[in-house]
T-cell receptor, first 110, second 113 residues
Framework: QKEVEQNSGPLSVPEGAIASLNCTYS??????FFWYRQYSGKSPELIMS????GDKEDGRFTAQLNKASQYVSLLIRDSQPSDSATYLC??????????FGTGTRLTIIP | ETGVTQSPTHLIKTRGQQVTLRCSSQ?????VSWYQQALGQGPQFIFQ???????GRGNFPPRFSGLQFPNYSSELNVNALELDDSALYLC????????????FGPGTRLLVL
């Protein structure tokens, strides 16, 4: 059973709109979560980390964590063409490794 | 830039050969984790080195091996290469045995023919 699941998309959003990316997980161990952005042919780049229930905002990005429902989301406000990339959700469930979802491909339409 | 470096950037090998990939961690970080990312997939954990010791291993065969040096740089070795080993190999640098945020290097693209 996959521990972290994402909708692979593709997800298309008009420029200036809000992009909403979702991730669910199955492990109930100690949890911290990370959103990485990956441009084609490049390595993952950290966007946000979130450790406790609720919202965490950083500029145009907001991460949301709901441990009771076991989901994590990333909202991107005022989407820009440069936000077009694959977004990877990763969880650390109390051990040494990150467990990744398969990623959601996001395209911002000008 | 994360300050994590990897070499080489690209590599072409044939089946059965051996390969060594290198990673230099970010200053102040004592942990290096290695991941394999196949096309269209999320990174898969290979293993982690913390203070020069292996600190966890994913579901990869023993022909995947590694080590970490006193300066916390690391190597990933793969013996008897198979076609399915073609992937992007990522190293991630962190502190505290990987429980904190992991920062990725640029990756090594390996093609096995």
């Amino acid at each position: 059973q996959k521990e972290v699941e994402q909708n692979s998309g593709p997800l298309s959003v008009p420029e200036g709109a809000i992009a909403s990316l979702n991730c669910t997980y199955s492990d109930r161990g100690s949890q911290s979560f990370f959103w990485y952005r990956q441009y084609s042919g490049k390595s993952p780049e950290l966007i946000m980390s979130i450790y406790s229930n609720g919202d965490k905002e950083d500029g145009r990005f907001t991460a949301q964590l709901n441990k009771a429902s076991q989901y994590v989301s990333l909202l991107i406000r005022d989407s820009q063409p440069s936000d077009s990339a694959t977004y990877l959700c990763a969880g650390n469930f109390g051990n040494e490794k990150l467990t990744f979802g398969t990623g959601t491909r996001l395209t911002i339409i000008p | 830039e994360t300050g994590v470096t990897q070499s080489p950037t690209h590599l072409i090998k044939t089946r059965g050969q051996q390969v060594t990939l290198r990673c230099s961690s970010q200053s102040g970080h004592n942990t290096v984790s290695w991941y394999q990312q196949a096309l269209g997939q999320g990174p898969q954990f290979i293993f982690q080195y913390y203070r020069e010791e292996e600190n966890g291993r994913g579901n990869f065969p023993p022909r995947f091996s590694g080590l970490q040096f006193p300066n916390y740089s690391s190597e990933l070795n793969v013996n008897a290469l198979e076609l399915d080993d073609s992937a992007l190999y990522l190293c991630a640098s962190s502190t505290s045995g990987g429980r904190e945020t992991q920062y990725f290097g640029p990756g090594t693209r390996l093609l096995v023919l």
